[in-house]
């Protein structure tokens, strides 16, 4: 325990000094570089420490789910108008910004484009704003509300078939739960049984068919104080199993043939993926080949595709994109693009394109955080900005995610137009990436969209 606190007390003091990793409610940590060849800050590498051993284990520590279930009353809740903000035009958030480093004052934002302006002829996305969930056809512009507040509802995920789906809430209490629900909202029901984080929101998955729920919860055993658990739940049966011993853990993904759950394992320098075999509960460890700093794995083809740094310090982080076989063999570079903070890349449903999603810090430590978006080809070549004619630090791209045509993008364009603040307007938008000059088309104010994989 002591030594896990020196550990944590460590960790924060190169925090202070360097660069943040991502937060983990989804928010990117703004990051640092405009072009993906900056060049990385200098500070010392910290030692790398041990990583907890993993092992399967069978011993349930969370709740399950009660039946029936019966959701709690509703509260009332203010019915008063918001008080209004003034946004100002760009010249005036050029003249008060007060950021170390130079705003891209040259630039003008562009203007968004009409969601009617795109080559969709039907889709159905969902996303959340202000603690509930959203949904929207695509093909009529119609938005409904799909969830009714009483705490926060987050994190929509469309299954595989496209008529239900998960989404993480607290309001049974302060504790987490994973809930299922019919595409337009009925039938909202518990799937898990009540579980905490660390900090922020946790970190859950649930397979292509919606049989099974990975979920990451807070370490109840007081000696494992910091770390987390790995829980597997049958949502038949609502059999709810520990897999594996405390460690820290997350972004956490089922393959998609649902018989294998991957995750990232360890602290900082220390990271690394390991896998785990549904059939068999067996938890596997895979190499790191000498890399730090992972991103969750993502398939593409046969192999798995992930970002990873070369050195183990905050400050000094280099990233790129890597493959590996399904056992962690055989690691190798994918593509020359690199940025100097983190990554995040996800695979178009064909395999065909890579959207990389990347946050890099401009201007040291206190300075403002750039979130950009860029494409790839399949095999990391003919990298594109997607979000670059958007001037910084004024705006914020992050969170992509495909449509199921293998074209349209969508993510959340934050507008935050002054220095330190937190994003006060976030949009849904789409883009069209076969369009070289395309701009985002407006779909809703929200965040965190979900496509549905039936068109």
């Known amino acids: 325990m002591q030594e896990r606190t020196q550990r944590t007390a460590i960790a924060w003091l190169l925090l202070a000094a360097c660069t943040p990793r991502p937060?983990?409610?989804?928010?990117?940590?703004?990051?640092?570089?405009?072009?993906?060849?900056?060049?990385?800050?200098?500070?010392?590498?910290?030692?790398?420490?041990?990583?907890?051993?993993?092992?399967?284990?069978?011993?349930?520590?969370?709740?399950?789910p009660t039946a029936p279930y019966q959701p709690p009353e509703p509260t009332a809740e203010s019915t008063g108008p918001a008080p209004r903000k003034t946004i100002g035009t760009f010249d005036d958030w050029v003249?008060?910004?007060?950021?170390?480093?130079?705003?891209?004052?040259?630039?003008?934002?562009p203007r968004l484009r009409r969601a009617r302006e795109l080559a969709l002829a039907s889709g159905r996305i969902t996303f959340v704003r202000s603690g509930d969930v959203f949904a929207m056809d695509l093909a009529t512009g119609v938005e409904a509300q799909l969830t009714r507040k009483t705490q926060r509802?987050?994190?929509?995920?469309?299954?595989?078939?496209?008529?239900?789906?998960?989404?993480?809430?607290?309001?049974?209490?302060?504790?987490?739960?994973?809930?299922l629900m019919n595409a337009d909202g009925t039938e909202q029901r518990p799937i898990t049984g009540k579980f905490s984080a660390w900090y922020g929101e946790p970190s859950f998955a649930i397979s292509p068919d919606g049989a099974r729920v990975a979920y990451v919860a807070r370490a109840r055993a007081p000696a494992d104080e910091g770390l987390e658990e790995l829980h597997l739940v049958e949502v038949a049966s609502g059999d709810d199993q520990r897999i594996g011993q405390p460690a820290t853990l997350s972004q956490c993904t089922f393959s998609p043939g649902g018989d294998a759950v991957h995750c990232v394992a360890g602290e900082f320098d220390a990271e690394h993926l390991l896998s785990v075999e549904l059939a068999t509960r067996r938890v596997r460890r895979l190499p790191d080949a000498g890399n730090h700093m992972f991103s969750a794995a993502r398939f593409l083809g046969?192999?798995?595709?992930?970002?990873?740094?070369?050195?183990?310090?905050?400050?000094?982080?280099?990233?790129r994109l890597y493959t590996t076989a399904l056992d962690g063999?055989?690691?190798k570079g994918l593509g020359s693009f690199w940025v100097s903070g983190s990554m995040h890349p996800e695979v178009s449903p064909k395999g065909s394109k890579i959207a990389v999603a990347w946050s890099v810090r401009v201007g040291g430590f206190g300075a403002d955080y750039w979130n950009e978006l860029t494409l790839l080809d399949a095999n990391g070549g003919a990298d594109r900005p997607l979000t670059s004619a958007f001037p910084r630090p004024f705006y914020s791209a992050y969170e992509p995610a495909w449509a199921p045509d293998d074209r349209h993008l969508a993510f959340t364009l934050s507008l935050c137009p002054y220095a330190g603040c937190e994003p006060t307007i976030r949009s849904v938008v789409v883009i069209d990436t076969r369009d070289a000059k395309a701009v985002p088309a407006f779909i809703a104010y929200g965040r965190g969209a979900s496509w549905s994989p039936v068109p």
Do not use: H
């Open 23 to 64: 937060t983990s409610d989804g928010e990117p940590p703004p990051p640092p570089s405009a072009s993906n060849a900056a060049a990385p800050l200098q500070c010392a590498d910290p030692a790398p420490t041990a990583s907890p051993a993993v092992a399967t284990s069978p011993a349930p520590s969370a709740e399950p």
């Open 302 to 319: 046969d192999r798995l595709l992930f970002s990873a740094s070369e050195t183990g310090a905050l400050c000094c982080q280099r990233s």
């Open 329 to 331: 063999t055989g690691i």
């Open 153 to 179: 509802n987050v994190a929509p995920t469309f299954l595989g078939d496209g008529r239900r789906i998960a989404f993480l809430s607290n309001r049974d209490g302060m504790a987490w739960r994973v809930f």
């Open 95 to 109: 003249k008060a910004y007060a950021g170390l480093g130079e705003p891209e004052a040259e630039k003008r934002p």
